[in-house]
Nanobody
């Protein structure tokens, strides 16, 4: 069964940190580019970060670069998003996603597999 399961969202004060995790049940996991997107209430889903299969190549949205770090542990089919210096505007549902291509994309349509999301709320 192909699935992505996110966890470790929650409520945090502005300036705080959270580490999201994503457990992937995907055959040939290491061949996928893995990404994180987020969707705030009333807004479209937007790209946050992505990591190439090796984890050595990553890409970030301008809004999170320098504060968020994506990483992956292929041995255990895990993906992480370390979020530091959180702002109230980071409040959103965060989704783990997988792209079967070998390139990093920022478009929602390029990602085939999606988790159900985990909620992150940053209070001011």
């Amino acid at each position: 069964q192909v699935q992505l399961v996110e966890s470790a969202g929650g409520l945090v004060q502005a300036g705080g940190s959270l580490r999201l995790t994503c457990a992937a049940s995907i055959r040939n996991f290491r061949s996928y580019t893995m990404g994180w997107f987020r969707q705030a209430p009333g807004k479209e889903r937007e790209f946050v970060a992505a990591a190439h299969w090796s984890g050595a190549t990553t890409h970030y949205a301008d809004a999170v670069r320098g504060r968020f770090t994506i990483s992956r542990y292929n041995v255990e089919n895990m993906v992480y998003l370390q979020m530091n210096s959180l702002f109230p505007e980071d409040t959103a549902d965060y989704y783990c996603t997988a792209d079967p291509s070998s390139s990093i994309h920022v478009e929602v349509r390029m990602y085939d597999i999606w988790g159900h999301g985990t909620q992150v709320t940053v209070s001011s």
